[in-house]
């Protein structure tokens, strides 16, 4: 049964409302101040509450205020009784967060169909609220899918931690990393656009195909190779409009050196304990899918002990700081300069000083981040 608070301090309304709504079968709940009012509303989370303007202790605005906001009733629909007629006075009710207006002498066909109405509308926004948290169930356990498949950390005789954080709306950040054969290490991170599962699924299916080397014929020690293969594989369309950022790296142990290229995909940045400065490490490139015809280049740089490799989605650095602005792939950059001047940070204490940076104190995009550490 419908639930319907009445708040007001007239008896004579009161008894009013109260058989005229209970005859239409709703099971109605009176108040006779504003105060009691928020009591029982929170008692009873009704369905719909209809409520006098002037009242002792709280008025009908005052009731109105504080109910909208608080989470749990803020669905509620909220009828103001009033004997005023101003449009002054409605846009303040309005403003309050009323959703309706009846005005005495109640007109009892009136105050029926209105509350029909709000009724109609409660319903609908509970049904979509139940859509919502169906919704954001499904991308939650989405996000812990793409969690689980990613790798676990290297110890030995490379140190890789790794990161990733969804935001609100799952995304396409997805990396990897694994030797392909005992001297040769494959790390990649890739960021394909758009949020929810339409940026996360073709993400994933990337992962599994360079993971399992689906495309015949291509030598996945040659960076360029890959890229040109995922390039021509996803192509944009009308049916496909994603198009997709990456960084592919291997490392070849024994002779200590990195040969990587890029698409479109923030550089990775190679810092050393010894020396000050980070090295960028980038090749031209346009993201992959944009023109089927576009070709890749690889690029190598010798590893010397004790450097840091970082590579990561944007998401890391396009956040707005304290000063309202972006915080930026160099403020980013000298972010870590400044860590490492102070020793070898770990991948927490990186997370941990950019949230700090960050103006709302929570990323708002998904991202991703990976630090490989040398021996």
């Known amino acids: 049964m419908v639930k319907i608070l009445i708040i007001d301090d007239d008896p004579i ?25 928020l009591s029982k509303a929170q008692q009873l989370c009704p369905a719909l509450i209809i409520c006098d303007w002037m009242m002792p202790l709280l008025d009908g605005i005052g ?120 001297d040769i290490l494959i790390l990649y991170l890739l960021d394909v656009s758009g949020h929810g599962l339409g940026a996360a699924l073709p993400s994933v299916s990337i992962l599994n195909m360079l993971r399992s080397q689906a495309f015949p014929g291509i030598n996945y020690q040659q960076p360029h190779e890959v890229l040109h293969a995922l390039n021509q594989r996803f192509t944009m369309s009308p049916e496909n409009p994603k198009y997709l950022t990456i960084w592919y790296g291997v490392y070849h142990h024994s002779r200590q050196e990195l040969v990587y290229a890029s698409a479109g995909h923030p550089p990775a940045l190679l810092m050393s304990a010894l020396e000050p400065g980070i090295q960028t490490l980038k090749t031209p490139g346009l993201p992959l899918g944009m023109f089927a015809e576009f070709t890749y280049q690889s690029q190598s740089c010798n590893i010397t002990p004790h450097q840091t490799l970082y ?59 990976m630090q490989v550490v040398f021996p």
């Open 13 to 37: 309304t009161q008894l009013l409302l109260r058989r005229t709504l209970e005859k239409q079968g709703y099971q109605v709940t009176i108040a006779s101040n504003g105060q009691e009012g």
């Open 63 to 182: 009731v109105c205020q504080q109910l909208k906001s608080n989470p749990k009733l803020s669905a509620t629909f909220f009828i103001l009784l009033t004997s005023r007629s101003d449009l002054e006075d409605r846009i303040a009710g309005l403003n309050a967060g009323a959703d309706e207006f009846l005005t005495k002498p109640i007109d009892m066909s009136e105050l029926q169909a209105r509350v029909r109405a709000g009724l109609r509308l409660y319903h609908l926004n509970q049904d979509l609220q139940e859509q919502t948290q169906k919704l954001e169930a499904e991308l939650a356990e989405a996000a812990q899918y793409v969690r689980s498949i990613l790798p676990a950390p290297l110890q030995l005789p490379i140190q890789i931690q790794s990161r990733f954080i969804p935001s609100s709306q799952l995304g396409g950040d997805c990396f990897d990393y694994y030797w392909l054969t005992p």
């Open 311 to 369: 590579i990561f989605s944007d998401g890391i650095y396009e956040i707005p700081n304290t000063n309202h602005q972006l915080l930026g792939l160099e403020g980013f950059s000298q972010l870590l300069q400044q860590l490492h001047q102070t020793g070898a940070p770990t991948i927490e204490t990186i997370l941990d000083q950019v949230q700090e940076c960050c103006e709302h104190q929570h990323f708002t995009d998904d991202l991703a981040l």
